[in-house]
């Protein structure tokens, strides 16, 4: 009789039997210097991997949490525990097993070597919250800061209601450890108890005994400029002249006031209408320069603003200078001023010259403020450029804005492209060009440009517009 035909079923093993498999085929590895080559008996060696253990000896199996142990007669025996070999989102889970992906809509699972792979399904947010789509079930903070928040199945978000203590500064709520708007010298954050702590960023200034504050405006000593303080400590001060006082040599006199004069042997006095009077005796060994008559070895500034000069001592009326390379200079209505002197400016500004040789200027208390093409005095208020705020000329040519939010407007919101109007966001998937961002407000979601962008560029000739500009600014038109 013919043997019966027998049907073989080809089975795959899976992970863990893979590695049963594996833990087996080691055990019967063979002896490796049980016997010396000369044919005498030997202690027994196992080697596993390129190292070689003695009889008796335990070191670690390859998975990482077993141990194995080399047999008097050089075969090796490991313990046969399961391991959790893949760590995913804080979790150890063994080979073969199944779990969620951290989205919420994917499946994970954990291979043999350690490697977790997941399914890339595209997930649809059911819940819109603060811009951001999430799926049902996952949670989220609540925009106070101590909350919780939950997508629904339905796609309603539901969050608890703990009583949070957070900073209110105008009409914006900020949580504990958030960045708070400050001044521009300082840096503040929404404390644990409620109130706000500001650190200030910028060098107080120090003149006439008294401390300011960077961009706080202050008289001068003589009684009619104005200083102000620069955010690195300096102060710099207005030099217009001022009634009842005498510019004279490079020094300030009251009206009324006698001083030397510099050629060592006169005197001279400031009178009520600022002008300086000397006698006219005549002095031995003088030097005449930039305008003054210097006594015989009297030191005194070179013009150019940076080098010295001396009389000479002996009495021969010649004027020995320093030569010394200068820093650059600022020029204004011909004159040369050096790094660090004030510059003659407006009634509501202060100019001092960089050491760059530019002149730079910022606003004191009577400064205007210029918004939007707009000029506004001190304390006067104007709409904002969103169309339902209000702005606030304040000291120094500063605008401020209140912040509240406006009712949108999508005809009218023109640094907006709204892709969908109405509840349709939670349904919809789309990517913001570069240069933008999502928004979502109550009439629907898109992207929005930076508002540092204007409505339109003025391209027109003869001044080409910056293209990277441009570029920037997606949404803003161009009027060439």
Same mark, same amino acid.
């Given at each position: ?5 027998? %049907? ?5 093993p899976?992970?863990?039997m ?10 019967l590895?063979? @002896? ?7 044919g005498?008996?030997g202690?027994?060696?196992?080697? @596993? ?12 199996? /390859?998975d ?9 007669d050089?075969s ?8 959790? #070999?893949? $760590? =995913? ?6 080979a ?12 994970c699972?954990?291979?043999a070597?350690?490697q ?26 609540a ?6 928040? #939950?997508?629904?199945? +339905? ?12 900073c ?9 450890g ?17 109130? %706000?702590?500001?650190?200030s ?5 120090t =003149?006439?005994?008294? /401390?300011?504050?960077?961009?706080e405006?202050?008289?001068s ?9 620069r ?9 217009k002249a001022c ?64 080098n ?10 010649? @004027?020995?200078?320093t030569? @010394? ?11 040369s ?14 100019? %001092?010259c960089?050491?760059d ?20 005095g ?11 705020? $209000? ?7 500063q ?8 009712a ?11 892709v969908?109007?109405? +509840? %349709?966001?939670h349904?919809? +998937? ?7 961002? =999502? ?14 962008c204007p ?15 441009i570029?920037?600014c997606?949404?803003?038109?161009? +009027?060439?």
């Amino acid at each position: 009789m013919s043997p019966k035909s027998a %049907v073989r079923h080809s089975v795959q093993p899976g992970p863990a039997m893979r590695a049963l498999a594996w833990l087996l085929a080691l055990a019967l590895i063979p @002896v490796v210097g049980g016997v010396d080559e000369c044919g005498g008996g030997g202690s027994a060696v196992c080697t @596993v991997d390129g190292e070689t253990y003695a009889a008796g000896e335990s070191f670690p199996a /390859s998975d990482g949490c077993n141990t194995c142990q080399c047999d008097e007669d050089g075969s090796v025996a490991c313990t046969l525990m399961a391991c959790a #070999t893949c $760590t =995913y989102g804080d979790q150890g889970y063994p080979a073969g097993a199944t779990f969620p992906s951290t989205d919420g809509c994917n499946t994970c699972s954990c291979e043999a070597d350690g490697q977790v792979l997941c399914t890339a399904m595209a997930c649809v947010p059911t819940c819109v919250y603060g811009g951001q789509g999430y799926n049902p079930g996952q949670t989220f903070p609540a925009s106070d800061g101590c909350n919780t928040c #939950t997508c629904g199945d +339905d796609g309603v978000v539901s969050c608890t209601t703990m009583g949070c203590v957070s900073c209110v500064v105008g009409d914006a709520v900020y949580a504990p450890g958030d960045d708070v708007p400050g001044g521009s010298c300082e840096s503040c954050t929404c404390l644990p108890n409620g109130t %706000v702590g500001c650190t200030s960023t910028c060098d107080a200034c120090t =003149y006439d005994g008294a /401390s300011y504050a960077p961009g706080e405006a202050f008289p001068s000593d003589d009684g009619c400029n104005t200083c102000t303080c620069r955010e690195d400590g300096e102060v710099v001060c207005t030099a217009k002249a001022c009634a009842g006082t005498c510019e004279y040599a490079g020094q300030t006199y009251a009206s009324g006031q006698s001083f030397p004069a510099t050629d060592g042997c006169n005197t001279c006095a400031c009178s009520e209408d600022g002008l300086v009077g000397c006698t006219k005796v005549g002095c031995e060994g003088t030097c005449a320069y930039a305008g003054y008559d210097w006594a015989p070895g009297s030191a005194f500034p070179a013009a150019d603003g940076c080098n010295s000069c001396t009389c000479d001592p002996a009495g021969t009326g010649l @004027v020995a200078c320093t030569h @010394v390379p200068c820093e650059p200079t600022c020029t204004a209505d011909g004159q040369s001023f050096g790094a660090g002197d004030p510059v003659p400016s407006g009634p509501c500004e202060v100019c %001092v010259c960089e050491p760059d040789g530019e002149i730079s200027c910022v606003g004191t208390p009577c400064a205007p403020c210029h918004y939007e093409g707009g000029t506004y005095g001190p304390g006067e208020s104007f709409p904002s450029s969103d169309g339902c705020n $209000t702005c606030s000329c304040i000291e120094g040519g500063q605008v401020v804005c209140t912040e509240k939010a406006c009712a949108c407007d999508p005809e009218a919101e023109w640094w907006r492209d709204y892709v969908g109007l109405g +509840d %349709v966001c939670h349904l919809i +998937d789309f990517a913001c060009p570069e240069h933008t961002e =999502y928004f979502g407000n109550e009439c629907g979601c898109g992207c929005e440009q930076s508002d540092a962008c204007p409505e339109w560029f003025n391209c027109m000739p003869p001044a080409p517009c910056d293209e990277d500009e441009i570029a920037q600014c997606p949404y803003s038109g161009i +009027d060439y």
